[in-house]
Structure formats: structure tokens, C-alpha cells
């Protein structure tokens, strides 16, 4: 291409006077902006089409007639515009007097009074007295549209952007303007509830009060939170957050704007989840055989456990589970309690539940923003919606709106598929071979059918990544499926790996060595053994037990201790069966929870630990990115950090962490883990968008916060996205305040390589599925019977019994109707279930959710079988 | 401008012979006698699209929608080489007093469909949508008929008269609201969604139904084509003064002798409209004013200088700030009292805004509360004031026209139309009724709607 052709990469233009170089196509509401001068909005909103509905943004720019908005006005080369001139503010002062007089006078009884809009622009600019002495409209007063979202039509200025984000982003139309005029309403369909996943988004855009969420109404004033920036970690995605308490009660958490990670949304089993934090079910005093104890009696009576378990069988006869719902910290700790002090490598942070940790700490891995601009994205995962919330906004935009070919390996119809561009067709517990048939594909041979040519095709003709989003795909099959697709896939050179584990901190609790045969900061126990050892005084001999090794050896009476920290296995591990007969034989739990859970309730000792919002530290999300989260109120009665727990064990152990503070655990992570090697906690507490792991790789990406850690709250407060406060660009050492030196030497003088998967997997044959029998897929989903919803009162009523799809085909075969409770039978028990004939799902295949709650699903799973083989009867 | 005065006062009966002079002229075989599908024929014969295009840009044919724009152009802006693109009959008609398309769309649906067949050609189009205001039974019957016998007969369908091109017409029926006439909503409201149009740019032809290119023309710009292609369009261009070519279908209505649509040759005046063509007013009344373009535009009343306007849309602007809008004439004699025509107009408005954009919602509901306190005994003193300055809010400079506005779509500005009007001419009256109003009493309380 000449330079001739070239397209112009900006163009000047002229906005008050002050000349602005932008980029052509770009709107002129943004450029003015990010160049100082606000534009008075309330449509507008950055990460939504422009509509241009509210006129409150109207401007003059030459040579146009009229007040064009500045919302939906691309610039041009030499465009001189005007937001400041009489007329322009003579025509948005006639827009704000229209939007107020049907108006209510609710300011004194409103949620938003203090952090609105149409409250401030009208204080600051708006009219003494109304001229309109007509009846204002009239609407019932709130009308709920969901379980949590309600809405008063009175104070709604129909600014679509609850309609846009529900259509838009989160793909649920289900709310949408009805009647004209000054009579025009937002309403869900009749019978129809607006019941989003995501649909506290469009309480916190909201300019006014007229959408409000249960949890939050009436709860408190704005100007009387405290706010503090943060990290959901209620799935692995962590989503960016500013919790807000009052009174040492956390009443709302809104969503921070973090390019990289959640563009600003969350989800509302996330939003609203922090309910739990306060539920009066919480633990808040130590017990010691069912009993109140005190924190020594505790803690002592915890070591004589370990101490005698160790003494008479050896470290081995102790195992940990869990871990994985804390800070990096609090992991790291656990991890060197474990490993380095009790000497037992059967540590898994993973609930049998998830994928072998080589896979997801050995492979090349791609971050979330890597979705926008990929080759294709390959789903081998399970329900991303119901699983990873805020990643399906990611996958369905860069599906839907960048145009990247969606490949699906699923076998089951899933929160996706209406998105998906090609899909492969996977069986249950097939997604290795069809990964297998993809991958010869892409490289070259012959493609098996016309479905994976033409995915192929359309792969081969775009730049960038494939990315694989890799996940268990069903908790009714063993990961062997997963791990057999991951060794296919990633023999590929533009393959990249984002896994999909869904539990919160788990890739924080990996990467702290919270797995067999690893040690902190991504390497083996075997190549880490000399630098561990240096640094700790001991490393496990051996590779131990993952889970589900863990609990068969719990059963058989080889471990003695199982140490629950915040796992429930009954809950969470796929094969009830085998977790009851692990927990009804093992001679000893010890417990760290904030709730009493069925696995922990005949703990010897029970040890309440703080939960999200009471620990401040760092964790880690599923594409390794490290961010804080922090503390905003004060631990619940007596629990401790899980952190504090450890190192008290250890000292007791009679092996000194000396780790007094979270900061001085970042600092001993970032000295001995060598993903780690290369920050300093000022680093981490200074990037903006958190550091990616592992740190020597990624530290050139990181953009540091310009004043410290504050939140961009500049022109009001939550119904605008909220940036933390930072340059667009990475700056150098210099730029930063001095909290914030980099410390770039990297800790070589052990020369450890990080560890890398061989991708060597064992032969594996799945069964023929007999003609009369279904294949079952198993999945999680979002209101689940697990603690945060059952905790969390205004997420407890969401939760819905389990149902099973199948098709149309095999309902008919079975003599079924849709909606008709059924017996379903596999090798190891029989559940009753309610079926519905579903589209979407093939002949031979059942697809049923995972109770999260010790019943359903885990009672038909045998976790040593590769898939999970049902047959179904009437009941009647 | 005697010259361009007609000596005889009569109709110019182009796009509405057939449906005056052929009975039954819907059915199939009625019309076919009398010529239907032979432009269309020959068209297929020649298979000249470039032709066609020359042939309606020689005419000078503007739009008869309401917005009077170049048809050419149109056709010519649509983008080439993209792929499937869509034409758009828009046969909405739902402002008040206009129903012109009406007459055509139920007497002579062949005209229509005929014209749709070879607009398509022209564009290279395939798929067209023929957009029926709901209320319209009818005529939806009626073109769907006409359709269905057009297709039997071979002028529409796959590969029309072996000539490889094909047609298929889809007919579509509204759902009730004014604002689908305007064209991205009709859009809108063509792919299932609310009727309410979209932000421009991007205009319908180059990102239309279905994000494709297209064209979209009033039922009464596509019925003429037939009508320029067998004339010529130099011959057609003969017709009417200056930019305002051929003939303009009138719906006249009011405090008139002979109400109904006249298809007149621009350049006539009104007083010959009203006067001579109509017969003048019922009961030979005094005139007192006339709407000269629809409801959505500024007024004229009984003086020489509004009368012996001629009918042609570039004068009309330029002289009195008015237009020729949506095609009707409404004329009202001494006995009417002004402001309750306005409110009565902004009530419609106010029915009809879609609700999009904040001046329009707001603004029209308000303006119409004021004028019905106003027209209904209950106005107050400084009520115009109050009516001009609030109309600003909608339509900045209020009396000026054409107005400019805040909103998305003119339907906002068009009862600030009606107030203008007021201020300008009927300052009287305006002032006896805003004498009436005692501030304490409650001003919503109505006696009729
Ligand atoms: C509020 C509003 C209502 C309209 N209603 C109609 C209508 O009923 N019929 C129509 O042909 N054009 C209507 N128009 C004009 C259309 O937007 C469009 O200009 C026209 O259909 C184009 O066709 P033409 O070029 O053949 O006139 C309306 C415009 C507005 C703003
Ligand atoms: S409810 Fe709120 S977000 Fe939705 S249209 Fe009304 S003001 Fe806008
Ligand atoms: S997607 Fe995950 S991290 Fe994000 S808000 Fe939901 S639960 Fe929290
Ligand atoms: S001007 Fe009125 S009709 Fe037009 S978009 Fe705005 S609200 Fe809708
Ligand atoms: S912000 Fe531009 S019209 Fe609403």
C-alpha cells in the first residue's frame, strides 16, 4: 500500500476553541471528554451504542443546522464544534426543563438523590421554578420486573439504557419500552420477568432512580459509604468492583470499569452475593469437638491432630483440600503449612471438579482481551453463563459484535450456542476426539466432515490466536476428555489457552502450589525441591493426591487428618457416594469455613475463618492476573484470616513463617515463586488493571495508577462506568510516586523454568453407549445450592431445582412428557428429575445441572468411570 | 408569474385517470384493459435499467412523501455492488387530512404494483415491501390481491417474462402509529421491532432493512413512474413550474364544496385550488385559513398575498415559510375558531410521539396541555409566552420556518407548527383566550377529549 492510500490515522478538530487531535469516526461526546470538556448525557453511555434519545448532549457545530448530539456525531477533519456558546446551552437548558416536568419531586426518599444526575445538572444549571403546573404523569410505584430489580416509571427519563444493555450486552431482551409519548414506559414482558444474570448492571447505569435492587433500596445515602476498590471473586473471572459500606455493613458492590477484565460489568449472583459476608449462619467462634472454644484451644487441639497423625504414619496421612476461596496469600500460606511444615504433598485446591493443574499451569494461556481480536474462539468448557458470567458478556460480544468464529466442542445446549458459529457436534465425553479431528484439521489434513472444513476455513482466514476456552465440559465425565482435547489443540502453534476453571480463587490457590507436585510460582515439586527447600527447611519426598486420589485414600483408611479449608466435598466433588464413605471413615477433620456445611459439620476442630470484604491481599483470576482485593469491614466475630490460621499452625508446628502482615506475604511470594519473580507488592498495588502472571512475561503491559488508588469519580458516581484512576499508556519508573518502584531484577539465581505440560496423555476408550440408554453431560449453574445464593437472601430464591434436557426424540421414545418427573438410573444410584424436551441437544444425550448441594446429579456420578450412562422410566 | 398561470382550471389526471375513469379498476383484468403491465412489459423488453434511472432524472420527479426529495438521486446514492438491497413502498398515510395514497392503494393497487415492478428494476432490486398503514383493510386487501393477480399473470415472481429478473413483493400492514411513516421507522417496524426511527447517518439507502441498502418511496412518487416512463421524462418535466415538476395528488378537505383528491399540475394558485377546483367553501362561507401542506406545517389564511401563491414547493418556502408537506389541503371558514384547531392538531402529535427523544415525549405533551386550557376556557395570560418560549425547547426558532429542532424527526417541531401560526396570525383570538383562566383552578380537569 502507498502512503496515498492510507487511510488517516486522526483527524484535528476544533471544541471550544481548543484544537484536539482524534481519531476519525470517533464520537465527539468521547473526544471532548477525554480531552476535559464534559458534555452534559444521560443516554450516552461509553460501553453501549449511542441512541441520541436524551438531546441532553446537543451542541452547534459549523455548518450543520440545528443542535446536533454530541453522542451520535462521528468527528471529521477540521470540525469546529461549540459546548459552551448561549444557544447550545439555552437548547440543553430547554431538554432538562422537558425532563423534569413530569418529573417526581422524589429527591428526599430516592436512592439516587446524591449520586444523580438529573439532581446535580438540575442544581447546577436547571430552573428556580417550574413553569409546568399541569398534573405530573402518573405510574404505580415501584413495580418489580424481576426478583431483584424494581422500577418507578415515574422517575424513569427513558434514557434506553437499561433496555440497551439488556438487549445488547447481555443478549436477554426481555425489558422494552411500551406506549408513547409522554406515556412511554419501560416494562418486561407480562409473565415475562426481566431475569437477567446481569440485570443489577442496569440499576448501577441508570441515571435516576427508577431502577432500584432489592438488596441496596433504602439501605443507606451515598454520601454516607465508605468505598474501596476491589475484586469479586465469587467466580474466577474477578471482576473489578467498588464495594460501599456504612456502619461496618457492606450495602452495595458496583462494577469498576477494567478494560482487560469485565469492561465494568458484573454479574448478579456477584453483585448481590455479599450478602453472605453478613448471613447469621456465619461460624464466628472456634469449636473443638461440636464445642465453643477459644482460638488456643483450637489451634492446639488442631496440632495434636497433626502433630499425631504425622508422628505415628507420617505426613502423608494428612491431606488438605480447598484453599482455593481465599487470597493468594492466604493460599500461600496454606501452601507452605502443608508442603514445607506438615511435609504432605495430598494438597488439592481443586474439588475432582475442575482440570488436572499441569494442564492449566503448563500450557501457553491467553488473556480475556485476546477474545476480542482471536483467530476463533474454541469452547471446551462448560456453561461459560453459568459458570463465568462476565466471560460470556466477552465471548457473546466478540461472537456477535467483532465478528470471531465461535467453534463449539459442547454437547449440550448452553448460555452460547445461539452465538456459536460453528458447532462440531461433540458427544458426551467426545470433545478429545472431535479436539482431536479439529486440530489434524487446522494443521493440514483432510478435514473429518463438512462442519469442522468449514470451521477450519474460516479460521485458516484470519489473523491472530485460536483461542481455547478450556473448562471441565461436564462434571458426569473425568477431565481425561478436557486434558485429551488441551494435548491436541495445543500442539498447534496459534493456539492459546483461557481457562474456565470457575471457582474464585482457584489459579490463585494453583499457582501457590495448592495442587499435587507443585510448588508456589508455577513449578514442580521436583525442579523446585532445592530452591523450596532452601527457603522453607523441607518439600514433600513424593508426589501426592489430588482429590479424588484423597478422598478414595480417606475411604481406605490411609489418611487420618483431612483438612477441609473453606471445600465441601459432599457439595462440590462430582461422586457423593465416594465423599460420603471418604468423610464417614477418616478418623479426623479439621475445618476453616465461615459456615457449618455437611462436610464439616462432624469436624474435630472447626476453625472461622473471614471471607471476601473482611481479608485484604491479592488473588489471581483464570487468565493469571493478579489484583487485590480489599478489606472493607472488619472480620465477623472471632474468625481469622485463613492466612493468620496457617502461620498460628506453623508456629505451633514449631516453624516460624514470621509473616505478620498480607504485605509481607506478597513480598515473600514474589521472592521464592518464580512466576512471581519480577514485582514488588508496590507494583501490584499500583497497577491499575493488576499484573498478569507470570510477571517477568507481562510487567511491560501494566499501567500504573496516577494518584495512588483512587477511583475516578469525577463527574458523579456509579451510573457512569468507574475507572480506576490511570494513564491509557504504561509509564515508566519515574512517573510513578515513589510507593510505586518497580522492581524489575528477577530472582535467577535458582534458574527455574516454569513448568510446561508435555501434553502426554494416557490412551483412553470411552464405552459404547447401549441403544436404550442417554449419555449424561453435567453442569453447573449460576443459583446453585451452594453457600453464596444459599446465603444470601436475595439470591436464595432464585435458586430452581435441577432439570434434565433431552430431545424431543428420546422424550418421545421414553413416552415422556416435557414437564414430567422421571427416575433416572445410572450404575451408581437413581435420582427423580424433572424432564424437559429441549432443541438443541442430539438423541442419545441428557443434559442435567449440578445441584451444588449433595443431591441430584452427584448421587448418579462414579467418579472412576469416563462418562456417565442413565436410563430413564416414568414414574407413573 | 402570470405566465405560469393555467387559462383553464382543471385536473391533470396522470397517476389518478384509472382510478376515475376504469370501474372496478382494482380488479386485475379491469386494469390490464386499460393498460396495466405494458410499461412494465416494454421495460422487461428493453432491459435498460440505466434508461429508466436517465428517464426519471430528466422528470425531475420529487418525492411525494412530504420531504420532496430528488427520486433520482435517491437511486443514484445507492451504494453499487451491495447485495441484497430492499425498496420500500411507504404506504403509511397516517398524518391527518392526507389521503391520497389511500384512493390509489384501494381504487388502483395495479398503478402501484406496477410502478413497485419497475423502481425495482431500476435499483436492481429483488425484494420489495409494500408498508400499509394498519387501518388500511381494505387496501391491504386490495394489494394483496393485486399482488396475487400480478404474480398468476407472469409481472411478478421468478424470472419475470423470461427476462431473468425476479420480483418478490411482500405487503406489510402497520400497527397503528403515525411515526412508521417516517422511514427509519418504518424500517423499524418492518423488521418486528417498536416503530421509531433510528439515529441518521446512516440513511435507509445506504443501511436500511436489514442493515442493506434501501430505497424507500412514497406510494404515490412509485405510482408516477409508470406514468414518466411511457410520457418520457423530458415530457413529464414539461409539467409544473420551476424544480416542482408533473403533478402533485391533492387530498382536500375541510369547509369545502367538493372535498377529495385532485391531482393537480404545480403552478396553479390556491385560490384557484380552493376557488375554482373545489368549488369554494361549504356554503359559500368566508375563508378564514387553510393548512397548504398537511398538519405538520405553518398556515395560511384568507389575504391576497397567501392565496395567489402558486403551488410549488421551492416558492412556497421561499415566500411565506411554509411547504407543501404531506400533499393536503385543509380549509377552514370564519366559524372556526383557530386555537382549537391547534390543540387539536398537538393533540395528535402528542398521541403520536413515539416517545424517542426528550423534546418531542415531553415537549408535545405539553404544548397540547397548554392549547386545551387555552382552547377550553381556561387560559391564561401569559399562557402564549409560555407556549413560544416552551416551544423553543422542541423547535428553537420557533416562528421560523423550515424549523430547526432538537429532536431526532420533524414529528416533534410539527405542532409547534400550529403555535407559530398562531403567534403570527391569530394574535385576537390567542389573546381572548388567555383571558379566561383563573390561576387557582386546576387546569386538568376535561370536560371532553
Ligand atoms: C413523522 C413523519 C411521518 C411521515 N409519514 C409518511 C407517510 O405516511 N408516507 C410517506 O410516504 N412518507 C412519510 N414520511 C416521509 C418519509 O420519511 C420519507 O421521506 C418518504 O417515505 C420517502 O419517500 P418519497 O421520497 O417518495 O417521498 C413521514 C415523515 C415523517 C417525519
Ligand atoms: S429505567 Fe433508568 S435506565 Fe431505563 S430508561 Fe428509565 S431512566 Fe433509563
Ligand atoms: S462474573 Fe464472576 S467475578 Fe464477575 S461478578 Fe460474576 S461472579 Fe463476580
Ligand atoms: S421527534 Fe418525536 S416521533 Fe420523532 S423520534 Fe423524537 S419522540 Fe419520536
Ligand atoms: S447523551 Fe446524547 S442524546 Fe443522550
Redesign the pocket.
Known amino acids: 500500500m502507498t502512503a496515498v492510500n492510507e487511510a488517516k490515522t486522526t483527524v484535528t478538530v476544533t471544541i471550544d476553541g481548543k484544537s484536539i487531535e482524534a481519531r476519525p469516526g470517533e464520537l465527539l461526546i468521547k473526544v471532548a471528554q477525554d480531552n476535559g470538556i464534559y458534555i452534559p448525557r444521560f443516554c450516552w453511555h461509553e460501553r453501549m451504542k449511542p441512541v441520541g434519545m436524551c438531546r441532553m448532549c446537543l451542541v452547534e457545530v459549523d455548518g450543520i443546522r440545528g443542535f446536533p448530539p454530541a453522542c451520535t456525531m462521528p468527528v471529521s477533519e477540521a470540525m469546529v464544534c461549540h459546548t459552551d456558546t448561549d444557544s447550545v446551552k439555552a437548547a440543553q437548558d430547554g431538554v432538562l426543563e422537558l425532563l423534569l416536568i413530569n418529573h417526581p419531586l422524589d429527591c428526599p426518599v430516592c436512592d439516587r438523590g446524591g449520586e444523580c444526575p438529573l439532581q446535580d445538572t438540575t442544581l447546577a444549571f436547571g430552573p428556580v421554578e417550574s413553569r409546568f403546573v399541569e398534573e405530573k404523569r402518573h405510574f404505580e410505584k415501584p413495580i418489580a420486573i424481576s426478583d431483584l430489580v424494581l422500577l418507578d416509571r415515574e422517575r424513569c427519563i427513558q434514557c434506553a439504557r437499561c433496555t440497551r444493555f439488556a438487549d445488547e450486552i447481555a443478549g436477554d431482551p426481555l425489558i422494552s419500552f411500551v406506549d408513547r409519548g409522554d406515556h412511554t414506559q419501560v416494562l418486561n414482558f407480562p409473565d415475562d420477568p426481566f431475569s437477567s444474570y446481569f440485570s443489577g448492571n442496569v440499576v448501577q447505569i441508570c441515571p435516576v432512580g427508577a431502577l432500584t435492587a432489592k438488596p441496596y433500596r433504602f439501605k443507606a445515602r451515598p454520601w454516607d459509604l465508605a468505598t474501596v476498590e476491589t475484586s469479586c471473586t465469587t467466580c474466577a473471572v474477578h471482576c473489578r468492583g467498588a464495594v460501599q459500606s456504612s456502619s461496618n455493613q457492606i450495602v452495595r458492590l458496583l462494577g469498576v470499569d477494567s478494560e482487560p477484565v469485565n469492561q465494568g460489568w458484573l454479574c448478579d449472583k456477584g453483585r448481590f452475593g455479599y450478602e453472605h459476608v453478613h448471613s447469621a449462619a456465619r461460624v464466628l467462634t472456634p469449636r473443638v469437638g461440636g464445642r465453643e472454644a477459644s482460638w488456643p484451644q483450637a489451634l492446639d487441639a488442631a496440632v495434636a491432630e497433626l502433630k499425631s497423625a504425622k508422628n505415628l504414619h507420617g505426613g502423608g496421612a494428612i491431606a488438605m483440600i480447598g484453599g482455593a476461596s481465599g487470597t493468594n496469600e492466604s493460599a500461600y500460606a496454606w501452601a507452605r503449612l502443608t508442603k514445607g511444615v506438615i511435609g504432605t504433598d495430598n494438597v488439592d485446591a481443586q474439588l475432582g471438579d475442575g482440570i488436572a493443574a499441569e494442564v492449566v499451569l503448563g500450557s501457553d494461556r491467553a488473556q480475556i482481551s485476546d477474545l476480542d481480536n482471536a483467530a476463533a474462539i474454541v469452547l471446551c468448557a462448560g456453561d461459560l453463563k453459568e459458570e463465568l458470567p462476565v466471560l460470556f458478556l466477552r465471548v457473546k460480544r466478540a461472537a456477535l459484535e467483532l465478528g470471531v468464529p465461535l467453534v463449539d466442542l459442547s454437547a449440550a445446549p448452553h448460555g452460547l450456542s445461539k452465538y456459536v458459529t460453528h458447532a462440531l457436534g461433540a458427544a458426551p465425553g467426545e470433545q478429545g476426539l472431535v479436539a482431536e479431528q479439529l486440530a489434524s484439521a487446522i494443521g493440514g489434513a483432510t478435514p473429518a466432515n463438512e462442519t469442522i472444513a468449514a470451521a477450519t476455513r474460516s479460521i485458516g482466514s484470519r489473523e491472530g490466536n485460536i483461542v481455547v476456552i478450556l473448562g471441565r465440559t461436564s462434571l458426569a465425565e473425568r477431565d481425561d476428555t478436557v486434558v485429551s482435547a488441551a494435548a491436541a489443540l495445543g500442539a498447534l502453534p496459534r493456539v492459546r489457552f483461557l481457562s474456565a476453571l470457575r471457582r474464585s480463587n482457584v489459579h490463585g490457590a494453583l499457582e501457590a502450589g495448592l495442587a499435587p507436585g507443585f510448588l508456589p510460582g508455577r513449578v514442580s515439586l521436583d525442579s523446585g525441591r532445592v530452591h523450596f527447600t532452601s527457603n522453607w527447611g523441607s518439600v514433600p519426598a513424593e508426589r501426592g493426591l489430588g482429590t479424588e486420589g484423597i478422598l478414595r485414600a480417606c475411604a481406605e483408611g490411609k489418611i487420618h487428618v483431612l483438612v477441609l479449608v473453606g471445600a465441601d466435598p459432599l457439595a462440590d466433588f462430582p461422586d457423593r457416594s465416594l465423599a460420603k464413605q471418604a468423610l464417614d471413615t477418616v478418623g479426623v477433620v479439621i475445618a476453616i469455613d465461615a459456615f457449618e456445611t455437611p462436610s464439616n459439620r462432624r469436624a474435630k476442630v472447626f476453625m472461622p475463618c473471614t471471607l471476601w470484604a473482611e481479608q485484604g491481599g491479592t488473588v489471581t483470576n483464570l487468565e493469571g492476573r493478579v489484583q487485590r482485593v480489599s478489606r472493607k469491614v472488619s472480620a465477623s466475630g472471632l474468625a481469622l484470616d485463613d492466612w493468620r490460621i496457617a502461620s498460628e499452625l506453623a508456629q505451633r508446628m514449631g516453624s516460624d513463617f514470621d509473616l505478620e502482615t498480607v504485605d509481607e506475604i506478597t513480598e515473600e511470594f514474589s521472592r521464592v515463586a518464580p512466576a512471581w519473580a519480577g514485582a514488588s507488592t508496590a507494583t501490584i498495588r499500583n497497577a491499575r488493571d493488576g499484573v498478569v502472571l507470570p510477571f517477568a512475561d507481562h510487567l511491560g503491559e501494566v499501567v500504573f495508577r496516577r494518584g495512588g488508588s483512587s477511583l475516578d469519580i469525577e463527574y458523579s458516581l456509579s451510573w457512569e462506568p468507574i475507572r480506576a484512576d490511570g494513564d491509557d499508556v504504561a509509564v515508566e519508573a519515574s512517573d510513578v510516586d515513589e510507593t510505586a518502584e518497580i522492581d524489575r531484577t528477577i530472582a535467577t539465581e535458582d534458574a527455574l523454568t516454569l513448568f510446561v505440560w508435555d501434553r502426554v496423555v494416557a490412551p483412553r476408550s470411552i464405552p459404547q453407549r447401549d441403544a436404550y440408554a442417554l449419555r449424561v453431560n453435567v453442569g453447573r449453574k449460576l443459583y446453585d445450592g451452594g453457600r453464596i445464593v444459599a446465603e444470601s437472601p436475595s439470591l436464595v430464591g432464585l435458586k430452581k431445582a435441577p432439570t434434565m434436557l433431552v430431545s424431543s426424540a428420546d422424550a418421545a421414545r421414553l413416552g415422556v412428557l416435557s414437564g414430567e418427573s422421571v427416575k433416572a438410573t445410572s450404575s451408581r444410584g437413581s435420582i427423580t428429575v424433572e424432564l424437559k424436551a429441549a432443541r438443541g441437544i442430539a438423541p442419545g444425550t441428557a443434559s442435567l445441572g449440578f445441584s451444588a448441594d449433595g443431591t441430584g446429579a452427584s448421587e448418579l456420578i462414579d467418579a472412576s468411570v469416563s462418562v456417565t450412562d442413565i436410563r430413564v422410566e416414568t414414574l407413573r | 408569474m402570470t405566465d405560469t398561470k393555467k387559462i383553464e382550471v382543471r385536473e391533470t389526471r396522470i397517476v389518478t385517470r384509472r382510478l376515475h375513469d376504469v370501474v372496478d379498476a382494482w380488479k386485475y383484468e379491469n386494469a390490464r384493459a386499460d393498460g396495466a403491465y405494458q410499461i412494465w412489459a416494454d421495460v422487461l423488453r428493453k432491459g435498460d435499467a440505466a434508461d429508466l434511472l436517465a428517464q426519471v432524472k430528466a422528470s425531475g420527479l ?8 430528488p ?1 433520482a438521486i ?1 437511486w443514484e446514492s445507492l451504494p453499487a455492488d451491495v447485495f441484497p438491497r430492499y425498496l ?8 391527518p387530512s ?1 389521503f391520497k ?1 389511500r384512493e390509489i392503494i384501494e381504487k388502483d393497487p395495479h398503478a402501484l404494483v406496477e410502478g413497485v415492478c419497475i423502481e425495482a428494476f431500476a435499483c436492481g432490486i429483488n425484494k420489495a415491501f409494500i408498508y400499509l ?1 394498519g387501518e388500511f383493510a381494505l387496501g391491504y386487501d386490495r394489494v394483496v390481491n393485486a399482488v396475487k393477480e400480478a404474480s398468476a399473470n407472469g409481472w411478478v415472481g421468478e424470472n419475470i417474462q423470461g427476462s431473468g429478473f425476479s420480483l418478490d413483493i411482500v405487503v406489510h400492514r402497520g400497527a397503528g402509529a ?9 424500517i423499524e417496524s418492518l423488521e418486528g421491532k417498536r416503530g421509531m ?1 433510528r439515529i441518521k447517518p446512516p440513511l435507509p439507502i445506504h443501511s436500511g432493512v436489514y442493515a442493506k441498502p434501501t430505497v ?7 405510482s408516477t413512474l409508470t406514468h414518466i416512463i411511457k410520457m418520457g421524462g423530458a415530457e413529464y418535466a414539461k409539467l409544473g413550474v420551476g424544480r416542482s415538476t408533473g403533478t402533485r395528488v391533492a387530498a382536500i378537505s375541510g369547509h369545502i364544496k367538493n372535498p377529495g383528491i385532485y391531482e393537480i399540475e404545480f403552478g396553479m394558485t390556491f385560490r384557484e385550488i380552493i376557488f375554482e377546483l373545489c368549488g369554494g367553501l361549504r356554503d359559500d362561507k368566508e375563508l378564514k385559513f387553510f393548512l397548504p401542506g398537511g398538519a ?1 406545517f405553518q398556515w395560511l389564511v384568507n389575504c391576497d398575498e397567501h392565496l395567489d401563491q402558486v403551488y410549488d414547493i421551492d416558492d412556497i418556502t421561499a415566500k411565506l415559510g411554509t411547504t407543501l408537506g ?1 400533499g393536503a389541503i385543509m380549509v377552514y371558514d370564519q366559524s372556526t375558531d383557530p386555537v382549537l384547531v391547534a390543540w387539536r392538531l398537538a393533540k395528535f402529535y402528542a398521541h ?1 410521539s413515539c416517545g424517542k427523544c426528550t423534546p418531542c415525549r415531553e415537549g408535545t405533551g405539553w404544548i397540547e396541555k397548554i392549547l386545551y386550557r387555552m382552547s377550553h376556557g381556561q387560559g391564561r395570560p401569559t399562557d402564549m409566552e409560555l407556549l413560544l418560549s416552551m416551544s423553543a425547547n422542541v423547535s428553537p426558532d420557533v416562528l421560523r420556518a423550515p424549523f430547526t429542532q432538537t429532536t431526532i ?3 416533534g417541531p ?1 405542532p409547534v407548527s400550529a403555535v407559530a401560526s398562531l403567534e403570527k396570525y391569530f394574535r385576537a383570538e390567542v389573546d381572548a383566550a388567555c383571558s379566561g383562566g383563573r390561576p387557582g383552578i386546576a387546569v386538568n380537569v376535561r370536560v371532553n377529549s
Do not use: M
Open positions: 420529487r418525492g411525494r412523501g412530504g420531504a420532496n426529495f427520486t435517491k420500500v413502498i411507504n404506504g403509511d398515510e397516517g398524518e392526507t395514497d398503514r403515525y411515526i412508521c411513516g417516517e422511514e427509519s421507522a418504518l426511527p424507500v418511496n412514497n406510494v404515490e412518487t412509485a405538520s404531506s403520536e424527526c420533524p414529528l410539527s
